[in-house]
């Protein structure tokens, strides 16, 4: 039995804005019983010895206490993990989307406006909306690639005070071309902001590029590392940048929990590096069997990530068909026109990839 929606006080209805009350909340598809490959998680979980160090960790944290200079070892830790630049600073966010909301906040200026590839990740369209800023969106070409001339001459008419770009991009799994990228990278009169969410899948990544270019920065998050639970984003950037984005980051944002988790993380970072290199030879072997269903219909791009985007006969139909075979995945056909009846596979375990393959042929 389907309840009715709630009603809000009119007197209150006029305090919320009304694009917000035009607004969806993000939603997340119930998985209870279900093999979840619809949210480009990692599905390995801490071995049992390590669960029980982490847990003796974290049961010793003075939980009464705010956060600590603790927070600052994290932050060393990634600069090292991640390489960071002589020169550059690091931030942290609670996940990536918090970034994302904050660089909105920061760069807030009148007549300013944020650019992106469409179809690419919802959350810097919505920060705009959200800080009423104005939102440019790309399409991509018919195969998910940049498109060069458009993305130029957008850059150019708009002048945007951020431009992102997805490496690789969600939920088209891709990269882009260098060579389009630097020109984009030179265009640009603001921010460009490498998203780099699902590195550790990936064969490139922009870091060693980013030395000396004051305007970029890089964002990265541990949840496609393997702590999505833990919900901790970092931004690589010029020390003065940070500095200035820095600003506008609530005090406190990142827990004593999280912090720790993801400390306990690096120091056992080798456990991670295999759970990384076994998703991706098992993209691999999804990417060979989803080759052999051509004939059916079945149209698979080349990914860098832990997901991939196939186009089906009909995406709605094989969607609930598998949802029937208890197998959850992401439909995202109805995301934007290039995307029709596109579906998105999270890369799973060994046994999880054989169910969802057989619950696709079984769906077409």
Not at 137 to 151: H, I, N, Q, S, Y
Request: charged share 20%; net charge neutral; with cysteine.
């Amino acid at each position: 039995m389907t309840l009715p929606a709630p009603i809000l006080d009119p007197k209150l209805k006029k305090l919320i804005r009304q694009d917000v009350q035009s607004m969806h909340a993000y939603a997340i598809q119930d998985s209870a019983g279900m093999v979840k490959l619809d949210a480009m998680e990692n599905p390995h979980r801490l071995p049992m010895a390590l669960q029980a160090k982490l847990g003796q960790r974290l049961g010793a944290l003075a939980l009464n206490r705010y956060p600590d200079g603790r927070v600052n070892d994290l932050r060393r830790a990634l600069a090292d993990y991640a390489q960071m630049p002589e020169g550059f600073d690091i931030m942290l966010g609670n996940g990536s989307d918090e970034l994302i909301s904050l660089l909105a906040m920061a760069c807030d200026v009148e007549g300013g406006s944020i650019l992106a590839p469409l179809p690419g990740f919802v959350m810097y369209a919505m920060s705009a909306q959200l800080q009423g800023l104005k939102f440019i969106g790309v399409p991509l070409t018919a195969d998910f690639e940049l498109d060069e001339a458009a993305m130029l001459a957008a850059i150019k008419e708009h002048q945007p005070s951020i431009i992102y770009l997805a490496y690789p991009n969600n939920p088209t799994a891709n990269l882009w071309d260098d060579a389009v990228i630097e020109k984009i990278v030179e265009a640009a009169p603001g921010l460009v902001v490498f998203d780099e969410a699902y590195q550790p899948f990936s064969s490139k990544s922009y870091i060693n590029r980013i030395a000396g270019r004051g305007n970029v920065l890089l964002m990265r998050t541990l949840s496609k590392f393997g702590l999505a639970g833990v919900r901790l984003g970092y931004m690589m950037g010029a020390k003065a940048l940070i500095a200035e984005v820095d600003k506008v980051r609530p005090p406190y944002n990142i827990s004593v929990l999280n912090y720790e988790c993801a400390l306990f993380a690096l120091e056992h970072q080798e456990e991670f590096a295999a759970q990384a290199g076994e998703l991706v030879a098992q993209r691999a072997v999804l990417m060979d069997a989803l080759a052999g269903m051509a004939a059916k219909g079945v149209k698979a791009w080349k990914s860098d990530a832990n997901m991939i985007l196939v186009r089906v006969p009909d995406a709605a139909k094989t969607f609930e068909g598998m949802k029937s075979h208890k197998v959850l995945v992401k439909n995202v056909s109805k995301m934007h026109p290039l995307l029709a009846n596109c579906l998105r596979l999270t890369v799973g375990t060994a046994d999880e990839n054989a169910q969802m393959l057989a619950a696709l042929e079984k769906s077409l």
